[in-house]
């Protein structure tokens, strides 16, 4: 039998090498949130979509969560190891079928950028802080493309907007241990 010490230990030990993994995309009204932890361990979520108190989130591997906006959205998700991802546009915009899902990792963030939408987009990446990177990607309608995001620091700090869809905002800020 284990002494609540070793629990302890243990659950912690798990916590810090859990992987949380954010991302979102409008369908219809509804901005659908995906949470996830990749690794042992749970991982802990807050998310706000106004001047409210955050909605907190506990995600064992992957989570759903639909948030109903209005024609114009801004949510923030705060995640475990300094993940943070704000979310804004208008769901009528040309990018809103646009899915960002992020990934944190010990080196950096994996990425995956979807398009969901009936028209070829492009996707501008640009660091805000810790590094100078910047790349700019065209995806087909229905496609999908992997993308790694350096932490050369050992943070990063992005931004992904859309050419063609001023309103479209993603950032994503986190710290690779």
């Not at 010490?5 to 995906?34: D, F």
């Not at 646009?98 to 979807?114: C, K, N, S, Y």
């Not at 492009?122 to 992997?146: F, M, N, T, V």
Request: with cysteine; net charge negative; aromatic share 4%.
């Amino acid at each position: 039998m284990r002494d609540s010490s070793e629990t302890h230990v243990t659950g912690r030990l798990a916590a810090a090498t859990a992987q949380p993994q954010v991302g979102g995309v409008v369908v219809g009204e509804t901005l659908s949130l995906r949470l996830g932890c990749v690794g042992p361990g749970f991982a802990r979520f807050a998310i706000r979509t106004g001047h409210g108190e955050p909605h907190h989130v506990d995600v064992l591997g992957e989570k759903y969560v639909p948030v109903p906006v209005t024609s114009h959205y801004h949510c923030t998700i705060d995640g475990p190891e300094g993940l943070r991802m704000v979310l804004s546009g208008s769901v009528d915009g040309r990018a809103a079928a646009i899915d960002v899902q992020a990934r944190h990792t010990d080196r950096g963030l994996r990425l995956e950028l979807r398009n969901n939408g009936l028209h070829e987009l492009q996707l501008d990446l640009r660091a805000l802080a810790h590094a100078e990177h910047e790349k700019s990607i065209r995806i087909a309608a229905g496609g999908a493309l992997p993308v790694f995001w350096p932490a050369p620091q050992g943070h990063y700090d992005l931004e992904v907007t859309a050419a063609e869809d001023e309103s479209f905002h993603r950032r994503i800020v986190g710290k690779a241990e």
